[in-house]
């Protein structure tokens, strides 16, 4: 029989813990991400809406938020993420760099599932007459929803990661519960749980993005 010290209302609130700050952060980070990753491709040197300066200021930005290890981001902004939540420990303050670290993520993804869109759909919507809007919401997401779902998909599994490791800092969740009782505590079963909730999730999430971007693909 197998004895760990996490009671099942700690397990269960750290599963709760984790999915709040998954969700939570993914939604505010796609609310950044998605729109900055469609304007770096229509401001982009030979864009539709080119915006040199525009885009010389935020491709780089995005590069160095992309670039940075979310241990290591989750660190240095801590005074960033005190001003914001009033405290370092805890979900609310995992969330912060959560979503600072999620956003460009997003956008790098969003760009790259848009830059796959053929050029023929452009120049179809400009020789219908298309603003700029309209060919973005009317040709370039929908012929590229398909890969946008993969991507967000895979954003969504990179932040379950992400929340893992802000237990390494106190920031709750699953991660919280593996290095407090898992690896503090030497408490090898709650360890082989987490592992195992944490690989159901991200094949769930996974056969879930893929059946719903080759269903959107197919209609």
Known sequence: ?????????QFIQSMID????VGFSLVIGSIIGIPLGILLVVTRPGGIIESKLFY???NPIVNIFRSLPFIILLVAIIPFTRLIVHTSIGT?????PLIIYIAPFIARVVENSILEVDDGIIEAAESMGATPFQTIWYFLIPEALGSLILSLTTATIGLLGATAMA?????????DLAISYGYQRFDSFIMLVTVVVLIVFVQVMQSFGNWLAAKVRRE
């Open 92 to 96: 609310p303050a995992a969330i912060v």
């Open 167 to 175: 237990g390494a800092v106190g920031g709750g969740g699953i991660g």
């Open 1 to 9: 029989m197998f004895e760990t010290t996490v009671t099942m209302d």
């Open 56 to 58: 010389k200021i935020m």
């Open 18 to 21: 984790t999915f709040y700050m």
